[in-house]
């Protein structure tokens, strides 16, 4: 079980890799996808079922997914399961499986709910951690973090500017909403950026179609929320951006864990408004980190620079002789057969009412037809269009009274 679709890819992905000589039949199960492919997998018969906790409920109370005969179940970033309200669910299948089962827990942080959790369901647990040997937390030791204060209307073109420094490899760069992740996606792709967003708002293709590019390379830089924040592997991540200061110390370590990963060396850059200097003191602190007052930082301020290996005279255009990435319209978008479709996928016919169009009129007879082009642009407002169904009104005089008595047009 895993909190988020593309983690699910992921693990399943991996999964297949590591059991190409055993044949293992694996079947990922998520929400966003259709039904029919999932439960042709599992009809079909299968060895590892890879999946969230909804859509795993969901086929299991259709009956398609028995978990009566389960001798394994991994529970992956729990912590992130907890977080997103997961925890009835994953409770709910505990209940379902056989006694007699292993259970494994992973998971960065252990919050009390989890603990309470490992008590209760797993038997005499061993607990395991892996972390540096001289580290009071999980931070990774090879990366390089940089604290900036920086000012609301400066952060895109710090950024642009951050993106072209020395040996800059794929970038994530994190924000806290949906419409700032659209927002700062494209500002970058007007400024020459191969950039792609990906949040909650966007189909499963599209959110698919996005990691994709950004796996092969065919974009550089991936805006995101914290959708993309838990359990992804991407080779070659070497900056991670906090466009905004993260909520806690937890969403902190998730975002800066996807670059420095097996051993390499990565960047974290963490840009924290004045408005948001009380929230980052809480996660310095919680973290140990040496970065109580962040130094007051603009796209020029020298110091800016010299931290992350900015070329001098680096502007927030990229020049048109980098822009060798293919970009993400080189990434076909897989049909994956969504149950729902968003609103950015609908076309126009679609947003503006099932097909009809906005400029529609009704005509007397109720026939649904539009009038035709002449009458709907007359300017008389006595005119009337006269359909097969409704013959033409005589015009109506209305006449003028006052006190009962009619009032004659005054002769000019």
């Known amino acids: 079980m895993v909190p988020t679709r593309e983690l699910a890819i992921q693990v399943a992905a991996d999964l297949?890799?590591?059991?190409?000589?055993?044949?293992?039949?694996?079947v990922t199960v998520y929400g966003g996808r259709a039904y029919e492919p999932q439960i042709t997998g599992l009809q079909n018969g299968v060895d590892i079922v890879v999946g969230t906790p909804g859509r795993l409920l969901d086929l299991e109370g259709q009956r398609h997914l028995d978990l009566s005969e389960v001798s394994a179940l991994v529970l992956d970033e729990a912590d992130k399961m907890l977080d997103l309200g997961f925890l009835p669910d994953i409770e709910r299948i505990l209940n379902k499986i056989p006694a007699k089962r292993q259970i494994m827990l992973f998971s960065a942080t252990m919050p009390s709910e989890i603990v309470s959790l490992s008590r209760n369901y797993l038997r005499q647990p061993t607990h395991v951690r892996a972390s540096d040997d001289d580290s009071g937390h999980t931070l990774p030791s090879q990366v390089a973090q940089h604290v900036f204060r920086t000012h609301p209307m400066d952060k895109q073109e710090m950024l642009a500017r951050l993106l072209q420094s020395n040996g800059r490899g794929l970038t994530m760069v994190f924000c806290q909403t949906k419409r700032v992740c659209d927002q700062v996606s494209t500002a970058l792709k007007e400024r020459g950026f191969a950039a792609a967003a990906v949040h909650g708002d966007l189909g499963q293709s599209q959110r698919e179609?996005?990691?994709?590019?950004?796996?092969?390379?065919?974009?550089?830089?991936?805006?995101a929320t914290d959708v993309a924040a838990r359990g992804l592997d991407v080779d070659?991540?070497?900056?991670?951006?906090n466009y905004e200061c993260p909520d806690d110390e937890k969403t902190y370590t998730h975002r800066i864990g996807r670059t420095g990963r097996a051993g390499r060396?990565?960047?974290?850059?963490?840009?924290?408004?004045?408005r948001e200097i009380a929230r980052w003191k809480l996660i310095n602190g919680a973290l140990g980190l040496s970065f109580p007052d962040p130094e007051e930082t603009?796209?020029?301020s020298p110091h800016f620079f010299e931290a992350l290996d900015i070329p001098t005279?680096?502007?927030?255009?990229?020049a048109k002789e980098q822009r060798g990435r293919a970009?993400?319209?080189?990434?076909?978008?897989e049909d994956i057969g969504e149950t729902g479709r968003s609103g950015r996928e609908s076309g126009p016919e679609e947003r503006s009412g099932h097909g009809r169009s906005r400029n529609r009129r009704r005509t007397r007879g109720g026939s649904g037809s539009a009038a035709p082009a002449a009458a709907a642009d007359a300017p008389s407002a006595d005119a009337v269009t006269e359909t097969p169904s409704a013959p033409a009104r005589k015009r109506v005089r209305r006449r003028r009274t006052r006190s009962g008595v009619e009032v004659k047009k005054e002769q000019e």
């Open 16 to 26: 297949a890799t590591a059991s190409k000589r055993t044949g293992a039949r694996i």
């Open 236 to 241: 070659d991540v070497t900056h991670v951006v």
């Open 298 to 300: 603009y796209s020029t």
């Open 209 to 223: 179609r996005a990691l994709r590019a950004f796996r092969n390379g065919k974009i550089d830089v991936l805006v």
């Open 327 to 333: 970009g993400l319209e080189a990434e076909e978008v």
């Open 313 to 318: 005279g680096t502007k927030g255009m990229l």
């Open 265 to 274: 060396s990565g960047s974290a850059v963490t840009f924290v408004d004045w």
